[in-house]
């Protein structure tokens, strides 16, 4: 059960930098017509940057079942990893960030000051080019708020 656990934590804080990664040459780069949704101001409750949660759970859902199927644990908790980190990002990113469902939430901690505040950094580019801060769960010193 540790070496599943264990999976389970690594793959979370492995999928910082898979989703650091993504963003900044993905996003950024090649897939840009779908994430420009999101550096814009949303009509409705979609925007196109969500089809990246669907492309994103894939490899989740497939290890978990396949897992799950073959009886190997521990490529079953890779996928729950996976999913653990996408579950925080959505409750970080969608919920707490971008409030895309209403909650009384005011940041307390130096830490979500920081990760918000970078990610607030991040927005302030509409465009492909120059933007920074393309981690979502964590965030240099650098982004600490002034005071």
Same mark, same amino acid.
């Given at each position: 059960?540790?070496?599943?656990?264990?999976?389970?934590?690594?793959?979370?804080?492995?999928?910082?930098?898979?989703?650091?990664?993504?963003?900044?040459?993905?996003?950024?780069?090649?897939?840009?017509?779908?994430?420009?949704?999101?550096?814009?101001?949303?009509?409705?409750?979609?925007?196109?940057?969500?089809?990246?949660?669907?492309? %994103? #759970? /894939? =490899?989740? *859902?497939?290890? +978990?079942?396949? @897992?799950?199927? %073959? #009886? /190997? =644990?521990? *490529?079953?908790? +890779?996928?729950? @990893?996976?999913?653990?980190?996408?579950?925080?990002?959505?409750?970080?990113?969608?919920?707490?960030?971008?409030?895309?469902?209403?909650?009384?939430?005011?940041?307390?901690?130096?830490?979500?000051?920081?990760?918000?505040?970078?990610?607030?950094?991040?927005?302030?580019?509409?465009?492909?080019?120059?933007?920074?801060?393309?981690?979502?769960?964590?965030?240099?010193?650098?982004?600490?708020?002034?005071?």
């Amino acid at each position: 059960m540790w070496l599943n656990l264990t999976l389970l934590v690594l793959t979370f804080f492995f999928m910082e930098f898979v989703a650091w990664f993504t963003h900044k040459y993905i996003m950024h780069g090649i897939l840009w017509t779908w994430h420009e949704s999101h550096h814009k101001i949303r009509k409705g409750i979609f925007e196109k940057n969500d089809l990246f949660a669907i492309v %994103f #759970s /894939i =490899p989740a *859902i497939v290890l +978990i079942i396949l @897992g799950s199927y %073959f #009886s /190997i =644990p521990e *490529i079953m908790f +890779i996928g729950f @990893g996976i999913t653990a980190y996408g579950i925080f990002y959505v409750i970080f990113h969608d919920i707490i960030v971008h409030r895309r469902i209403q909650i009384k939430f005011k940041a307390k901690s130096k830490y979500m000051k920081r990760i918000m505040n970078a990610h607030y950094i991040h927005h302030n580019k509409h465009t492909k080019e120059g933007a920074e801060a393309f981690g979502f769960l964590y965030a240099p010193k650098k982004y600490s708020p002034k005071k």
